[in-house]
């Protein structure tokens, strides 16, 4: 459709407020009925799909909407200080290796599979991979490469090195975001079964499982009927922290590329980059301080509903409609995607990884910080920041990743 049905951004959060209320309201109901569909489809799954219904049947407009720039910049960060509150940093530590094993396998099934998924596609259809000059598909690839091993940032410097075409670059971004969204539905479901598959992995996940169980008995002891002042504290820290990553990302940003340019590689460079690392280290360190306490009067749910919110706000960006105007283009990147899915499975079977380290591992790749933390939230609220930190290396490894995977792409489109 040309144009939304809905174009008012206080039209439209009303909207999705409601729809969040009501998949709130079903999935803790004590209606038979719900409790079965709940527990074939994640509640989560639902907070992400039926606004991408919204945006794909233009009763909202996401390309109009400001709504997911606020929740990724304000609530997100806000989020993350609330939800690392209360973390056990010692336990995240003793989950082990095998979260950085599968967030690298991450990172490599993503370089090796943008050549393969050239070299397979090409073999079929030699004319999706072509293109001459700043159209070449790999040029418009390596954007995407940036984004599926960083984020926004590390996709933006492979724009600058590799200067794809404008209608190229466009249609990159709308196979990133299709395809990378469609992957992310599959893992909020996976999470809701996540025991089976850690019992096809043969994955001991008891060090999740005890993380998890210590953080809900901490909260179980501390926990009081919130008052006004308590929620008031609550929102002074997290948005107060939110300012100073702000201010960071304001200031140390620009000041990184304009005197230290090498260092944009490592999207040093990137005000968001810098919003989140305050946000996380913010909130660590308060986690050593009375400021604690305030997971008492519910600081981690204040914290989850914000990231419910950019759920909502992430799932208005894929339209699935936008899939009929490159196809070409979405098979590679649904060829892509497999590889990377493929090569992780792998993986997690032979080292016996549980699921959580093959959905964060995988996500702090190709969602980056925005998304980690939401996989991660969707077998505990606890275990966000084993997302964010992931996503963290995401960025600094990303642009060296996505330039590496470019020249590999060029190197076969010329084969």
């Known amino acids: ?15 999705l407020m409601v729809i969040l209320a009501g998949i709130f309201a079903t999935s803790n109901s004590d209606n038979p009925k719900w409790q079965t569909f709940y527990t074939f489809v994640p509640a989560l799954l639902l907070c992400y799909f039926i606004p991408s219904l919204l945006t794909t049947f233009g009763i909202v407009s996401e390309a109009d909407s400001n709504l997911y720039f606020m929740a990724s910049r304000y609530l997100l960060p806000a989020s993350l200080v609330l939800l690392t509150l209360s ?25 090796v599979g943008g050549p393969v998924a050239l070299l397979i596609v090409g073999s079929i259809s030699p004319e999706i991979v072509g293109g001459t000059g700043p159209d070449e598909v790999w040029r418009g690839l390596a954007t995407v490469a940036g ?15 590799f200067e794809p075409s404008t209608d190229l670059f466009g249609a990159m971004v709308t196979v990133d975001i299709i395809v990378a969204n469609i992957w992310l539905a599959f ?12 019992t096809w992995f043969k994955a001991d996940a008891s060090a999740i499982t005890e993380l998890k169980n210590k953080i809900a008995d901490y ?8 008052t006004l002042t308590d929620l008031t504290k609550i929102g002074a820290v ?7 990553g702000h201010v960071a990302g304001d200031s140390i940003g620009p000041w990184v590329k304009e005197n230290s340019p090498q260092l944009t590689r490592m999207s040093l460079d990137s005000s968001f980059f810098w919003i989140v690392i305050v946000a996380t280290t913010g909130g660590l360190i ?7 306490k305030l997971e008492g009067a519910g600081a981690s749910k204040v914290g989850s509903l914000f990231l419910y919110i950019l759920v909502m706000t992430i799932g208005m960006k894929m339209n699935i409609g936008s899939m009929l105007d490159a196809p070409g283009y979405f098979v590679i990147g649904a060829v892509w995607i497999l590889i990377h899915v493929t090569v992780l499975l792998l993986v997690a079977k032979f080292i016996k990884a549980p699921f959580f380290f093959v959905a964060v591992g995988s996500q702090a790749n190709v969602g980056g910080a925005a998304s980690a933390p939401i996989v991660a939230s969707a077998f505990h609220p606890a275990l966000a920041p084993v997302g964010v930190l992931l996503a963290v290396f995401g960025y600094a490894l990303g642009t060296y990743g996505a330039w590496i995977c470019a020249l590999m792409m060029q190197a076969v489109s010329g084969m």
Do not use: C, H
């Open 1 to 15: 459709m040309d144009s939304a049905l809905i174009t008012n951004d206080a039209v439209t959060f009303g909207l």
């Open 187 to 198: 893992l909020l479901y996976g999470a809701g079964i996540s025991d089976r598959l850690d």
């Open 147 to 161: 984004s599926w091993i960083g984020g926004g940032a590390n996709q933006t410097a492979m724009l600058e090195v």
């Open 87 to 111: 973390i056990d940093l010692k336990g995240i530590i003793n989950l082990g290796p095998k979260a950085v094993i599968m967030f690298l396998t991450g990172s490599a099934s993503i370089m």
């Open 238 to 244: 997290a948005f107060l922290l939110v300012a100073l």
């Open 286 to 292: 308060l986690s050593f301080t009375s400021a604690r």
């Open 219 to 226: 909260q179980a002891n501390i926990a009081r009927v919130p």
